[in-house]
């Protein structure tokens, strides 16, 4: 994958940044802790100009999270809420997700911040927001400060560690895989309770 990430970054400079920024918040798999220190450490060899990285890298995760957020405004509560009454929808129950709801009302604004900086939920969030039908101008003001310290961060570690960018993912890789099981135990949990109660 990095030869991969390395190609499109060589071919398409910071827009190419910008596009692999969006696509992985679409697909939470491509790691954004791999390209953005890549991105850094081509910047820092004089291929980019970091501000004009960082700008892109920042433009396409709020692309991409408005894309997340249309599906969830176009799903709305109502049919979220009726999916969730049906025995097969084992991710929430209905009361769980009137739960949920009632939550993201009270505390919406800080999930869709500080969900920029943890992988998989960076994405997720984007679909309650829409659900909720968060204020656009709000959700785009957060989404673009939570995104715009996540990229700042991880392309500052690809400036500083030059030729080691590498190192970043190393430490990186391991919150992920911790958010990864911790998301998995939760959906696996959701869905027992959904199989207890029906």
């Not at 820092?44 to 405004?73: E, F, K």
């Not at 049919?79 to 009454?85: C, E, I, Q, S, Y």
């Not at 400060?145 to 993912?169: D, K, P």
Request: hydrophobic letters at 50%; aromatic letters at 10%.
């Amino acid at each position: 994958m990095t030869d991969w990430i390395f190609a499109v970054i060589d071919h398409l400079g910071p827009v190419g940044v910008g596009l692999l920024i969006a696509l992985e918040t679409l697909v939470p798999p491509i790691p954004s802790e791999l390209i953005l220190p890549l991105a850094g450490f081509r910047a820092r060899a004089g291929a980019m100009h970091p501000v004009l990285v960082w700008l892109c890298a920042t433009a396409g995760a709020v692309g991409g999270s408005l894309v997340l957020y249309w599906i969830g405004a176009r799903l709305g509560y109502e049919r979220l809420h009726r999916l969730a009454g049906r025995r097969w929808f084992l991710l929430t129950g209905q009361r769980d997700l009137e739960r949920g709801r009632r939550l993201f009302q009270r505390h919406g604004s800080w999930f869709v911040a500080l969900s920029r900086c943890v992988p998989v939920l960076r994405s997720l969030v984007s679909i309650p927001a829409g659900v909720e039908r968060m204020r656009l101008p709000r959700f785009v003001l957060l989404t673009t400060a939570g995104s715009g310290v996540w990229n700042a961060l991880f392309i500052g570690a690809g400036w500083m560690l030059a030729e080691r960018w590498h190192e970043v993912e190393r430490y990186s890789a391991p919150a992920g895989t911790v958010v990864g099981v911790l998301l998995a135990a939760g959906v696996a949990t959701l869905a027992a309770r959904k199989l207890r109660t029906s």
